[in-house]
């Protein structure tokens, strides 16, 4: 191993660690291909909306609303709703892409999504972490996009994941990459804030909240713990 | 493809990278202060169990005792794959069984 990782082998590595989370998206991105045709999306269309949005959960909910003419003021209003989560996340991002002028940073947030941004997490601070993320984002992008056309393609012929266990893939990866974290920096009254937090937006909000509040409630409870020497954020 | 169907991606795009966007720049502004670094240290943690809670408090016993099998792996392996694939086939098993 050379003393500083070049960017190409960071960006191959992150394609390489964000494959097992790529296998939760396959399983969903065949459901939400298929779902499209449903709604009476082309395979143009279909690929498009994967291409231009790249977001799995708004998507999904896009077609819960979809008709002709496009209502476009609730998709973007919906999208909004569901999407906020990705603040926090982004928020997050400065860290990994640290030392970037704004002209690559911004352009780079366009890949935060939950997997990806979960697996580079937990990846944890390395040489070129930004080369790194974007290979994560490089993983997903490809596996959304193909599997949404290949369900498009096939339509009502896929099965439902949960015959495979596959509806249990995201819960597992999240579970799984939390508790990497969790093991690299011990907080547990962060996480037990998060979890009551997060449990009580589901009963009382629902929809995507809780990942907003307890995120918030997990991030506000370390900040009022006294504050180590840390590095910066 | 329709115009107006592009211009919906096209405005669902736009929101959610804005939000993405607006993320980052908030952060890129504020002051390293002490409080607000030990908050974005925590911060990814604390999202990832706030995603995660609910989806298994939806689930039953056979999700729960997967979800230990997972967290046990987890602490011990690095390599996500181990515990994602074994938390997928005994979450099928203990489907069959209860």
């Known amino acids: ?233 | 493809m329709r115009v107006d169907v592009l211009l919906a991606f096209l405005a669902m795009s736009a929101v959610s990278y804005g939000i993405r966007v607006a993320g980052y720049l908030a952060r890129s502004r504020l002051p390293d202060h002490p409080r607000l670094m030990a908050a974005m240290d925590q911060l990814p943690a604390a999202i990832l169990i706030a995603l995660v809670v609910p989806m298994l408090a939806r689930g039953g016993p056979a999700e729960w005792i997967a979800a230990a099998v997972v967290a046990a792996l987890a602490w011990f392996v690095d390599l996500l794959l181990i515990p994602l694939a074994v938390g997928v086939v005994v979450v099928v098993l203990l489907r069959g069984v209860i």
């Open chain 1, 1 to 233: 191993m050379t003393v500083s990782t070049s960017a190409l082998a960071a960006f191959r590595e992150g394609i390489l660690r964000c494959l097992p989370a790529a296998l939760g998206v396959f399983a969903y991105g065949l459901v939400f291909g298929a779902l499209t045709r449903t709604a009476g999306l082309g395979l143009g269309e279909a690929a498009a909306m994967s291409a231009i949005v790249f977001s799995g959960s708004a998507q999904f909910v896009a077609l819960g609303l979809w008709t002709l003419p496009p209502p476009t003021a609730t998709l973007a209003l919906a999208t909004l709703l569901i999407n906020f989560r990705f603040f926090l996340m982004a928020a997050t991002m400065t860290r990994v892409l640290r030392g970037w002028p704004l002209v690559r940073a911004l352009p780079a947030m366009f890949w935060v999504t939950d997997e990806n941004w979960a697996v580079t997490m937990a990846a944890g601070e390395r040489p070129r972490w930004g080369a790194f993320f974007l290979g994560t984002g490089f993983t997903l992008y490809v596996t959304w996009l193909a599997t949404t056309v290949v369900g498009n393609a096939l339509g009502s012929v896929i099965a439902d994941p949960k015959a495979w266990g596959l509806d249990f893939a995201f819960p597992a990866m999240f579970l799984a990459l939390a508790v990497g974290l969790a093991r690299k920096a011990p907080a547990p009254t962060v996480w037990i804030a998060s979890a009551a937090a997060a449990l009580l937006a589901d009963r009382l909000i629902g929809g995507n909240a809780p990942v907003l509040v307890g995120g918030l409630a997990g991030a506000a409870v370390a900040a009022l713990r006294k504050p180590e020497a840390r590095r910066a954020g």
